[in-house]
């Protein structure tokens, strides 16, 4: 038994896959390491892997029914860019029109436009997604834009458009009507109150006077920056209260005519009109004479003109224009209910 044990060990030892295996052979190690070990990507491979991990980010993202981690976990497979590759980008886009490099340009920067987004997340306080959704439009513009040649890292450049994207859509949708127009009310948007903690720390009362006066805006407009800031977006077809049918656009004056009074008055003109017409037929000639050319017209008559045409003194055809308008009065009081609500 000894024996062929011995024999045994010895043809293991002989084995000449063992001998051969990397165990035994430490240099054949490090030179299939060297083999295998990869160098820096070039720029004409990136869009080919920032693509790749657009499309296995969505496999490995772990919060599945969060599309805002999901989002983000996503981008996160974008690798930033050194200096050299942003200028080698920027050059091949203003250039060459490399959408390849405009993409790689975009997705390596999707991650400074979250960290903008959060800034602004306390303005907003709302969807944290839209304003990514805007930050990005404004990171395309700025991609699009990007001089190369001159001495500015990108990021420091895109983050003005980013912020420009993100602001006019938090002044766009602050209220259903919108706020801020103008230059003056754009900057009372973000700095009126800012100003007005400002003042307090240092002991002023924030008057809108000396606010005018630090912002450089009109007192007019820190006045209407206030109240819109302090109010809320209130329907006006809304009830006063719960159990009230009144709505709140009934107390609000107007110098305008309503549309009612419009339509009411169209037909009581159509209305008159067509009992003048009726009227008319119940005049004799020389009265009906006097209701055309006296009362009826733009461009009266005088009693002398009347008197001379009948042979009748002017007295005479005072008292005749005087009875027909009272038996018009009758008539239409006869007729048109009412009437006397629209004398």
Known sequence: MSDTKKKNKKTVAKDPKVENSPKKNPKNKKKDTGEKKEKNPEINNL????????????????????PLQRYLAEINQYRLLTREEEIELGR??????????????????????????????????????DLIQEGNIG????????????????????????????????????????????????????KLKKEKQKLIDEGFVPHTQLLSDRLGVSEKEVM????????????????????????????????????????????IETLLQENVATFRKQLAERELEIFDKRIFT?????????GDKYNISRERVRQLEKNIIKKMKTFFKDEIPDFDLYE
């Not at 983050?159 to 938090?170: C, E, P, Q, T, V």
């Not at 733009?298 to 009347?306: R, S």
């Open 298 to 306: 733009d461009t009266p008559l005088t009693l002398q003109d009347i």
């Open 47 to 66: 869009a080919a892997q920032q693509k790749s991990g657009a499309r296995t980010g969505a496999d490995k993202s772990l919060v599945e029914y969060d």
């Open 224 to 267: 209407e920056m206030d109240q819109r800031l302090d109010g809320w977006d209130v329907s006006l077809d809304a009830p006063l209260k719960e159990d009230s049918d009144t709505e709140r656009g009934e107390f609000l004056s107007s110098e305008a005519v309503s549309v009612e009074s419009q339509v009411a008055k169209k037909e």
């Open 139 to 190: 990171l395309m513009q700025a991609v699009q834009k990007f001089d190369p040649y001159k001495n500015v890292k990108f990021s420091y450049y895109a983050s003005f458009w980013i912020k420009a994207y993100i602001l006019k859509f938090i002044m766009d949708n602050w209220r259903l009507v919108k706020i801020g127009t103008t230059q003056g009310q754009r900057k009372l948007f973000f």
């Open 92 to 129: 091949r886009i203003t250039e060459e029109g490399d959408s390849d490099a405009a993409f790689i340009m975009a997705t390596s920067n999707l991650r400074l436009v979250v960290k903008i987004a959060l800034e602004f997340q306390r303005v907003w306080m709302q969807n944290l997604l």
